[in-house]
């Protein structure tokens, strides 16, 4: 079940041949799919316009589930034992995860397996692995089109997991429909290292490692953290976010954090939130989208590159103001073009 | 010393009058300079950056101190009682405010008065209060340039203000040399409101109101964070950030404070630590202002402005991928230049 293609310089198929794949739930094909919107190459991205066009009006479909928590947390445990409660309940389940901090190459697979045993082991569960030493701005934007893939391939739940590394959460917060933070008992919000900001996202909150010993201490910290949220701000589409308490060992607890999901999904769902939600991450996606070409386009001209040194050289040293520099170098840039 | 220039609509002067008259210290013409940069006029936009380009050679020599904390932590009466202790010391003073979320209007002035009293009737400092009605990103661009032009007329210490409202945190620790983070005892962490994010920019935190029967609880607060402060990875510059309290009202702490601060530019100065510090800055403001020009030109293009609803809706409605509606966007954009 986690299928990581390594066909970088495979040759490629026509982008029928994805679309059909995909559509026909080939996990194969979708992984070589999922390849082509994480490759870099200009002729790849080319052709993963063309089997994202394909799959668009099968997409859509399927809870996105975003994850976090710092690590040490058991977030892997976690979706281990979450994710075999979902397949038990006859859920379609793909995991992701956004690690722009990876240093995992293609044996990451192998850490997958040992993360987390049982749906590594499952045929049901569909596990993608990060893609290795990316920015953050590229497994972002090649997690939201994996994103799409799996839903046309038939996947209705979709676990995007991220390690909490700069602004990852935030990012992943924007692509998804509810947004898990696991904690842990014991420990104050600074010994967590846990951003307030975080918080502030989550639509709910899971305590984990409520067994043996640390039952206790997680069932008073539920109590505590479901106060301190009454402090907060009312969320995204006033709901109230609960706090719930888990073991993944046990495990115990995943009924609980399944209907709290299901909770939020016929409360939004009642109103047209949900679709708003859909809509506004959509359209934020595109205009970052554009603002990183644009970017991009920018800083690869050649003109650019030859007057930039100079330009930067002066800022640096104070002989120019820097909004100065940039207006006239976007002055170069655009005579340029 | 407050002066607040109304003169959006009155008659400009030359460039040269305006430079002459900034860096012979007059604080009128001072005004005047900065209500062209924070106009959004672009005949005043482009005589900003002629007022600038003149006066840039003598910006660059002050200690920039950014001061934050959430509502009701005192940063009006810290600033009034530091200030005093600043000029005291011989400091030549602007308070500089970033409030984005501000609805002060011309009549703000008299809100500054109040805020801080003493200062505000002392002919030494120079006190301009936030543009009103800004966005962050404007407030932030003008702020910085009137950090230079402040310079320029002769001020040797800048204290930015920030009230905490969205990112304009990290937008004024990008601007200035030390960052001071405002907090009181008593309240824990998440009750405060502080994004842990914010901790981590700081290069010290200050108890206010360590006074009377806050006293205790403020000295055992400074044991307790300089505690939470080891946890954090190291700060910029491998500085350690410092602890203190400190009572606006009596006042006292003022000169630790002071001492703090010297401290730490000496530090910074031993080494390449602050150069290094500003011109990482004055790169990232240049690169900041190119990606909004970038930005705003392509939304302001009548070829995009044309198509943009289409593909938004298409977006929107799942139609299309939100990157390939990007990307058909830009190619419009610049086969249209």
Redesign the interface.
């Known amino acids: 079940p986690i299928l990581n293609d390594h066909s970088e310089l495979k040759p490629r198929r026509p982008a029928e041949e994805y679309i059909k794949g995909v559509l026909a739930g080939n996990r194969v094909i979708l992984s070589q799919a999922i390849t082509l919107v994480e490759s870099r190459l200009e002729s790849d991205q080319d052709l993963a ?1 063309l089997v ?2 394909g799959c ?2 099968h ?2 479909n399927s809870y996105r589930l975003g994850i976090t928590g710092v690590p040490g947390v058991g977030k892997s445990t976690f979706i281990n034992a979450f994710g075999m409660h979902l397949l038990d309940q006859n859920a379609k389940l793909a995991v992701l995860a956004v690690d722009p901090s990876s240093q995992r190459t293609h044996g990451s697979i192998l850490g997958d397996k040992t993360r987390m045993a049982d749906l590594s082991l499952d045929k049901r569960a569909f596990i993608r692995p990060s893609p290795a030493k990316e920015t953050l701005g590229g497994v972002t ?1 090649s997690t ?2 994996t994103i ?1 893939l799996c839903e046309a391939a038939g996947f209705n739940t979709i676990i995007v997991e991220t390690v909490g590394v700069g602004q990852s959460e935030t990012a992943v917060h924007s692509m998804v429909d509810f947004f898990l933070l696991l904690m842990l008992s014991g420990a ?4 967590q ?5 975080i918080v502030e996202m989550a639509d709910g909150l899971v305590i984990n490692k409520a067994d043996g010993e640390n039952l206790l201490a997680a069932n008073k910290a539920q109590v505590e953290y479901q106060k ?1 949220l009454h ?1 907060l701000a009312p969320n995204r589409n006033n709901w109230s976010p609960m706090v719930l308490t888990c073991s993944s060992t046990l495990p115990s607890g995943m009924e609980e954090i399944h209907s709290m999901l299901e909770a939020y999904k016929t409360k939004m769902q009642t109103g047209s939130d949900w679709k708003e939600n859909r ?1 506004r991450q ?2 934020q ?3 970052d ?3 990183n ?3 991009d ?2 800083f690869k001209d050649k003109g650019v590159q030859n007057q930039l040194p100079e ?2 050289e002066q ?2 040293q ?10 006239s ?2 002055r170069l840039y ?1 005579q340029g ?1």
């Open positions: 316009e994202l066009a668009m009006s997409t859509g934007r939201r089109e799409l104050g919000d600074e010994l290292g846990i951003k307030k900001g301190a402090l809509k959509a359209r996606w595109m205009r989208t554009i603002l070409l644009l970017e386009k920018f330009f930067d800022v640096v104070g002989v120019i103001a820097p909004t100065s520099a940039a207006k170098l976007i655009l073009l």
